[in-house]
């Protein structure tokens, strides 16, 4: 049902239509748009602070500028919910039947007034570089805004964009929405430079950004549309690089959100309703177990170093943690190159680190985990969560991180398929000093009720769960219970008793099973919960290519879906237990 509550906002339906407002209708039309922000974020679930600290800014930037033909381009893009309500899709914060009709994140395929589908960090200036320079070959005109924040100058990428920004000698114009805030506290010499500026009203000898060779501006209120619009009539249409650097507040408009910036970064539906009430126990998880065998090991004095790269929440590494690690834990920033680097140091010198990151966020680490820890055979300990096929939108996918891991010279990684396999490899990778590990932790626990004894060290070494004959199941960590269902199944529709095996390894196959299983075998299944193309299955089927073996592997196609369900995906992948038992009909 459509919302009937909001004013201003029924007379903006384009940018252009905000050139015709007064200032105390700007800031109401601002207030409007916080509030369908908060209620729809609630509904929905969603990036909250990000948002409420960018309405001000966001509708002052349409306000100066003449977007599509101007060209905006917003970091990681999760703080464009003020931009989409003014950029015609208003709908998708008016109507609840229409919250989900767009993307958390900037789509071309949405408007033309969204220039890139981005979802990772630190990558705004180098885009708008681009747009720049191409619009110089031209011979165009117009100008060229990038949107930074929430932390992402500490993303390397950042850094070299400001370097090729800074000499540019033509129009692009840099905004850097300082929160004093990542997705955590910021961190690192970048925030120590912004917060000295604040503290001076950008009046500072060594600035930064004016020595690289920017014109420099600072706004000390983000959210006083007035110097916003002042500012940005000022700089519209430069013929040399700008950048402004603005203080806003992350969670404007909401005071739990200002107060406790941390936990509203992003939050789940129905957050809000719940504010006043006590928090719920934490059941045991692979965060948990994680947290506590990390604080473990530090109170007996091991060397350890719990890592990650400004995202502690993914791996329930709250503040209490942090506190109790003291200077045993380390948060890089947005710096995952950085942290892959920094842990291969710390192993070489005789420490013990273990990183988190989250599957989608490895790919910014290719180079760092071949070149500064592979090569290096340094026996750091990485930890790759929320590894697998999801509904999730195309940015955040996290099917990439076996074929990217996996074929890797020296590194070992590891899927455990329960609690017991976890502790093991992990009490395993940090006691060790020969390998670089990685271990996919599984989303949702599990228990064998058995301890693990096994050692890790005889690399590439299979687990036969249950002997059968004529159908062998390779069923890879998280999708181990699933490979359980086609067996069961195989028993029941068709009395096979298929082998069942749990390989560990996704970095190796184990030969001597593997053809031990030609002798009384015929098909072989392999299940993964990501990408076949270059993924584990593949290397079971290379290993069979000039046999008489039939090898099915399931898996993920290579595609970016985008907040496809999951039902859907598993349809289309062949994932149902009903549907790999209808293709093994086919071959019998």
Avoid at 22 to 27: C, G, N, P
Avoid at 85 to 103: A, C, M, V
Avoid at 124 to 139: E, F, M
């Amino acid at each position: 049902m459509q919302e009937t509550v909001v004013r201003i906002l029924d007379r903006v339906n384009c940018p252009d239509d905000l050139k015709s407002l007064s200032i105390s209708e700007l800031y109401e039309l601002s207030e409007e748009m916080r509030k369908l922000i908060i209620k729809k974020v609630n509904t929905t679930g969603g990036h909250f602070g990000p948002n409420l600290g960018m309405v001000e800014a966001t509708v002052a930037l349409h306000y100066v500028f003449n977007s599509p033909i101007d060209k905006f381009v917003f970091d990681v893009s999760h703080q464009c919910y003020p931009h989409k309500i003014l950029t015609g899709r208003k709908e998708g914060f008016t109507n609840p039947d229409s919250y989900l009709k767009y993307t958390g994140y900037t789509a071309p395929e949405e408007s033309e007034h969204d220039l890139f589908k981005v979802g990772h960090t630190s990558t705004s200036i180098s885009l708008a570089t681009g747009l720049a320079k191409g619009r110089d070959i031209l011979g165009g005109d117009e100008n060229i805004i990038a949107i930074i924040g929430d932390g992402s100058l500490t993303g390397g990428e950042a850094l070299e964009g400001l370097n090729n920004a800074a000499v540019l000698n033509s129009n692009i114009i840099i905004i850097v929405n300082d929160n004093d805030m990542s997705i955590a506290e910021n961190q690192g010499g970048i925030c120590s430079l912004l917060t000295e500026l604040r503290n001076n009203d950008g009046n500072v000898k060594d600035n930064f950004f004016k020595s690289l060779g920017f014109e420099y501006h600072y706004i000390a209120d983000g959210h006083n549309l007035e110097s916003l619009i002042e500012t940005f009539s000022k700089v519209k249409d430069s013929k040399h690089p700008v950048l402004i650097h603005m203080h806003t507040t992350k969670g404007k408009g909401f005071e739990p959100a200002e107060i406790n910036k941390e936990p509203f970064h992003w939050i789940l539906p129905g957050t809000l309703d719940h504010l006043n009430e006590e928090p719920v126990p934490e059941e045991e998880s692979y965060e948990s177990i994680t947290k506590n065998y990390i604080l473990k090991k530090k109170n007996e004095g091991m060397p350890i170093v719990a890592m990650n790269a400004a995202t502690p929440g993914v791996f329930g590494w709250n503040k209490e943690f942090r506190d109790k690690l003291g200077k045993n834990y380390i948060d890089v920033g947005i710096a995952e190159q950085q942290a892959v680097a920094m842990a291969s140091g710390i192993a070489k010198r005789g420490g013990k680190p273990i990183l988190g990151i989250m599957s989608s966020f490895v790919q910014r680490t290719y180079d760092q985990l071949s070149q500064d820890l592979a090569l290096n055979n340094n026996p750091a300990t990485l930890l790759i969560f929320w590894g697998g096929i999801s509904g999730a939108d195309a940015t955040h996918l996290c099917t990439f991180d076996i074929p990217l891991i996996s074929n890797i010279p020296n590194i070992v990684y590891l899927a455990p398929t329960c609690k017991e396999e976890y502790e093991r490899m992990l009490d395993w990778s940090v006691n060790q000093d020969k390998y670089s590990v990685a271990i996919r932790v599984p989303m949702a626990i599990s228990y064998s009720g058995k301890q693990d004894f096994t050692d890790y060290s005889v690399l590439n070494k299979f687990k036969l769960i249950e002997q059968g004959n004529k159908i062998a199941i390779i069923a890879l960590g998280s999708f181990f219970e699933k490979g359980k269902s086609v067996k069961d199944l195989l028993s029941k529709e068709y009395g096979i008793n298929a082998t069942l095996i749990n390989p560990c390894f996704i970095s190796g196959i184990d030969e001597e099973m593997l053809e031990n299983l030609k002798k009384d075998h015929s098909i072989v299944i392999t299940l993964e919960d990501g990408e076949l193309n270059g993924g584990f299955g593949e290397k079971i089927t290379r290993f069979y290519g000039n046999s008489n073996m039939k090898v099915l592997n399931y898996g993920s196609l290579k595609e970016f879906t985008d907040r496809t369900p999951l039902s859907e995906l598993n349809e289309r992948y062949h994932l149902n237990p009903d549907l790999i038992l209808k293709d093994i009909k086919t071959i019998l």
